[in-house]
């Protein structure tokens, strides 16, 4: 069982930056893979970026590549989404969330997932 926790969401300007975190408990959270979603009403749970559980693999959507990172850091038990240059479209809930089948592949669909955080609020101001 992995429980998560996200924060660092918040207002931001339009170009600005944000780093999200989701700090996980559970034993064995380090062997999960790991990913970032986003969601605004009437829409579909979004890819963001996926890290698999050693961090030596990572994959964003393309339209985010350039802009957002996700690292973790074991030690820890966190994963991070860096955000930058942020857009008003960028506004949505982020969710992070964990998965045992996708250790070392990326995982870019929520179904793959098993655990999720409740998510934080990123809202971008034009």
């Known amino acids: 069982q992995v429980q998560l926790v996200e924060s660092g969401g918040g207002l931001v300007q339009a170009g600005g930056s944000l780093r999200l975190s989701c700090t996980a408990s559970?034993?064995?959270?380090?062997?999960?893979?790991m990913g970032w979603f986003r969601q605004v009403p009437g829409k579909e749970r979004e890819f963001v970026a996926a890290?698999?559980?050693?961090?030596?693999?990572?994959g964003s959507a393309d339209s985010m590549k350039a802009r957002f990172t996700i690292a973790r850091d074991n030690a820890k038990n966190t994963v991070y989404l860096q955000m930058n240059s942020l857009k008003p479209e960028d506004t949505a809930v982020y969710y992070c969330?964990?998965?045992?089948?996708?250790?070392?592949?990326?995982?870019?669909?929520?179904?793959?997932?098993?655990?999720w955080g409740q998510g934080t609020q990123v809202t971008v101001s034009s």
């Open positions: 969330a964990a998965s045992e089948s996708r250790r070392t592949r990326i995982g870019t669909r929520p179904h793959e997932y098993d655990y």
């Open positions: 559970g034993r064995t959270w380090s062997s999960y893979g």
């Open positions: 890290i698999s559980s050693s961090g030596g693999n990572t």
